[in-house]
């Protein structure tokens, strides 16, 4: 668990890791058919493996993204709160693509913590690893604020 007076002496270090996640072809379809981003280099395996630098299909951004939650919510355990918000972006950054069949995990490390009115917001910065990459998929920072 994660309490806000403990975390006010973790600034500016690692507070959690998400464990590894796959990243395979049937969820790139999925997130393709939910948002409607279905370019070949993320649906078409047979033309990526042709045409694509990278020889296979890889994720979108936005899906790589998206995952955050996921990973914070597996991680990032608030406790004297009752409602968590995504409250936003500061800068996102996608340094490598991730090839359909990857491992990916995030790491989160806090930023800043300011008071606001009802809770405190939360400044992250999460990095989404790419196993066997010496570059990150993602790099964030992500907003939160946490409501008493």
Known sequence: M?????????????IATSDWLLV???????????????????????????ESPFG?????GYLTLSLL???AQQCIRPEGIRL?????????????????????????????????????QLCWLATVELEGSAKPACVAEVLSRWMR
């Open 69 to 71: 939650a996921t990973f």
């Open 2 to 14: 994660h309490d806000i007076s403990s975390l006010r002496q973790r600034i500016g270090q690692d």
């Open 84 to 120: 968590g918000l995504n409250y936003g972006l500061n800068r996102v950054r996608f340094p490598t693509p991730v090839p359909a069949g990857s491992r990916v995990r995030a790491r989160f490390a806090l930023q800043q913590i300011e008071d606001i009115e009802g809770g405190v």
């Open 24 to 50: 395979d072809q049937a969820r790139i379809d999925a997130f393709a058919a939910a948002t409607g981003d279905m370019q070949w280099i993320h649906t078409d395996v047979e033309r990526a493996r042709r």
């Open 56 to 60: 296979t299909t890889v994720a979108h």
